[in-house]
């Protein structure tokens, strides 16, 4: 459908004096006007709301330190909280999956185990093997 | 003369060292203490309660501060630094406060180590330690399978000529929906990484620094607080345009009163002298710090300056540190 030309009609180049169209239930500036069925216009989604200041957000960051201010005793590495082969150590995908195996491969399930291997067999040959570093 | 407003004095021309200020120290603070306590008493029956209308206070009752000044013309408190130092700079000064009361501004005057509070105001190591806080702790757990782990896609779907489709070898290529996919995250990641010791370091002189000439370090002479109520500490905040967040540090042990005070508060922190980092410095406004935590830092940080690389890690005992 035209909705241009539903909307807007021209005086044949000389001046319009009145109103367009005389009692329309929209005006003809809103983007509802001249449309037949109506239209569902969608706003930007609105912002959720975030609470900065929560206990894990108020503290973020603290002990960091301890290391320096605390007389060496603890290192920060120690207080990160997660897998036990990653614990204070970096490494790119072969050496976490030759460290995951060496940590804690026989506590794994079979299949995860294997698809491990696999894994590591694959990276080994892709990395030492293929292109131009090996 | 001594200005009475923030918490920073201008250092004083005569000489760096403490003691040839006493005198003045002296006549400043009781004049500004006089000055406070005709004030207070002229204008106590408004008082600084907070209005109704104010985002940063939590209920509507307020505590009411008493209306006697508690201070009393005790000696003021002078603190000289607790480090040496060198000759060729001289020591930054602030006030210390107090908690007892809402109008305890100027109890007295400490000496800060330049080396310590007055360095350079390096903001790429502010924001070199910041990005290290964020990420160094950082283990994404974010993994997807690889057309070997996906379930299914051994067998070849048809066979390779005849079929006017195009070739393929399995069901569970990253061609197909549903199959692998070739370059995705894998396995938990680490982004560990630690930046080298004196750059923390420097990283909190850093921090200190900036908090001071910004007028957001508050000295305290030690965290007693008349009554246990969170209102009070919000209500002393808002008198002494502390900001919208304060972090308490403290070396000691932690009065009980504060600790129970600042537990229901959200944006009101205290922590140990062992917990300060940039990011809880930059996160909250303002910083109050106690006078021994002041000594504390500046032991533990200017060590640092002189200290010799390590031959074997600094947890193993060395003939001279601590």
């Known amino acids: ?134 | 003369m001594l200005r009475a407003g923030g918490p920073r004095v201008a250092a004083v021309a005569a000489g760096s060292s403490i003691t040839s200020a006493v005198s003045s120290v002296t006549s400043a603070v009781s004049a500004a203490l006089r000055g406070r306590a005709r004030a207070g008493a002229a204008g106590v029956s408004s008082g600084p309660a907070a209005p109704a209308g104010t985002p940063a206070v939590t209920g509507t009752r307020t505590v009411p501060l008493s209306p006697v000044s508690p201070v009393s013309p005790v000696s003021p408190i002078l603190r000289p630094c607790a480090v040496p130092v060198p000759c060729h700079r001289s020591p930054v000064q602030a006030w210390v406060e107090s908690l007892r009361h809402h109008d305890d501004e100027f109890r007295g005057l400490t000496d800060l180590h330049p080396d310590v509070f007055a360095v350079r105001p390096r903001l790429d190591i502010l924001h070199t330690v910041a990005m290290w806080q964020k990420n160094y702790k950082r283990i994404s757990y974010a993994k997807v399978k690889t057309r070997a782990e996906v379930r299914g896609g051994g067998r070849k779907p048809w066979r390779q000529k005849g079929t006017g489709r195009a070739r393929h070898g399995s069901i569970r290529s990253p061609l197909w929906r549903g199959g692998g996919i070739s370059h995705g995250p894998r396995g938990p990641t680490s982004y560990y990484y630690m930046l080298p010791m004196k750059i923390r370091v420097l990283g909190l002189k850093v921090a200190l620094t900036v908090k001071l000439m910004q007028d957001d370090l508050h000295i305290v002479d030690n965290l007693e607080i008349p009554t246990s109520d969170p209102q009070y500490l919000l209500d002393l905040a808002r008198y002494r345009h502390w900001g919208r967040s304060v972090l308490i540090v403290d070396v000691n042990e932690i009065p009980e009163k504060i600790s129970t005070a600042v537990a229901e508060l959200k944006t009101i922190n205290l922590i140990p002298a062992l917990g300060l980092n940039v990011h809880s410095m930059l996160k909250h406004e303002t910083l109050v710090v106690t006078l021994d935590t002041v000594t504390f830092l500046e032991k533990t940080l200017l060590w640092h300056d002189t200290r010799y690389s390590a031959l074997y890690p600094f947890s193993m005992p060395y003939s001279d540190f601590p």
Request: glycine share 12%.
């Open chain 1, 1 to 134: 459908p035209l909705l241009q030309a539903e909307r807007s009609i021209s005086g044949g180049g000389t001046a319009r004096w009145g109103p367009v169209r005389p009692g329309l239930p929209v005006p003809l500036s809103s983007p509802l006007a001249g449309l037949t069925r109506a239209f569902r216009i969608k706003e930007p989604p609105k912002r959720k709301q975030v609470d900065r200041w929560t206990e894990k957000r108020a503290l973020f960051g603290v002990y960091d330190n301890v290391g320096i201010l605390g007389g060496f005793q603890m290192h920060p590495k120690n207080l990160i909280v997660g897998p036990k082969w990653l614990r204070g150590w970096r490494g790119n995908e072969l050496q976490r999956c030759i460290r995951k195996k060496q940590m804690v491969g026989d506590r794994m399930f079979v299949d995860d185990y294997l698809k491990l291997t696999k894994r590591i067999r694959y990276l080994y040959r892709r990395f030492n093997r293929t292109g131009k570093h090996r």
